[in-house]
């Protein structure tokens, strides 16, 4: 800890870092299920799927950078952003779907009765209200960037955990989009590229 903080300010440091634990984890969680549902029911996550799961790790990398570097500002603002662009991704995904077309049927199970892109759409809507409530309650307070996670052993064990986490199961979907889509081809739903010898159909589902 650079410099001593009041009990009342300590208090706001720790629910900052666990806000950002809780973020990581509910983020880990979302792409735990996609994961089990590709890799264990054998759904094959359509291009747009990839792309939201690229948001997702975006989202993680300034929470990460949080814990390493200390409360930032910049950071938040960037995973605001990133929310941002996951909201409209995963809304385009579900506007393509709002009126059936035959030969496009959606992508995936459904988990608790609303496929992925819809959970998407409620989680970057959740992510932003949260946002907007932290920097509504916390504010910008000076003293946030006085103390690290250091300060905080148990929250640091678990964010160390999730971080690690997060890495892994991000190298895991690096090297599946790699077996799924090869290198510079487009993604489909049908089977994996390097896995198969036949090209997908030429209409494929997106």
Partial sequence: MKQSLTKKNRRWVRFNYLYLV??????????????????VDGEIPCGLCLLQRLFFFAICFPIILSFREGYSLQNMGLSILVTVFLLVVSLRQMLMHVVNRP???????????????????????????????????????DFLKLASVEAFPR????????????????????????????????????????????????????
């Fill in 22 to 39: 809780a973020v990581l984890l509910g983020i880990n969680v979302i792409l735990t299920a996609a994961m089990y549902l590709q890799y």
């Fill in 103 to 141: 030969g496009y049927p959606w992508v995936g199970s459904a988990i608790f009765g609303f496929h992925m892109p819809v959970w998407s759409i409620m989680l970057s809507i959740f992510l932003l209200l949260v946002y907007a409530l932290k920097l509504s309650i916390i504010k910008h307070r």
């Fill in 155 to 206: 929250i640091k064990m678990i964010a160390n955990f999730l971080i690690w986490y997060t890495i892994v199961i991000l190298g895991i979907n690096f090297i599946s989009v790699i077996v799924q889509c090869g290198v510079f081809r487009m993604c489909h739903t049908m089977n994996y590229r390097l896995l198969s010898s036949s090209e997908a159909p030429s209409q494929i589902r997106r």
